[in-house]
């Protein structure tokens, strides 16, 4: 098996793949907020809550930091660039693969117009 080297994508995607991790990053586009706040938000106990956000710190997606007793988190410092261009090219690829799919199954109704029979 090919194992391709970029430990930030894999991280960023490994984060990603939990659904109070992707919704951590969505309400934390909107605002800022407190672990304490964020626990609450979803429902979670306050060391649930700081696991989630360590691994989405970790990668790089959200930056935390303490002000006074409260950690605050926002978004970090990571675009996601390197995560939007391989799924552009993921959907690049599909986009191929549907465009000749179209092709042929144009082809197989235009066959069977002209002959008045199933291709």
């Known amino acids: 098996m090919v194992q391709y080297e970029s430990p930030g994508l894999d991280a960023a995607f490994a984060a990603l793949a939990d659904a ?24 979670m106990t306050l060391t649930g809550m700081k696991k989630h956000v ?29 995560e939007a261009a391989w799924i552009a090219r993921y959907r690049k690829a599909w986009d191929t693969r549907f465009r000749a799919l179209d092709n042929v199954l144009e082809e197989l109704t235009r066959r069977e117009n002209d002959d008045g029979q199933p291709a």
């Open 54 to 82: 360590g691994v989405l710190e970790a990668a790089g997606i959200v930056a935390t930091e303490k002000v006074g007793r409260v950690r605050r988190c926002r978004l970090g410092p990571r675009r996601m660039d390197e």
């Open 20 to 43: 109070t991790r992707r919704g951590v990053v969505l309400h934390l586009g909107q605002a800022d907020a407190s672990i304490s706040d964020l626990a609450s938000r979803f429902g």
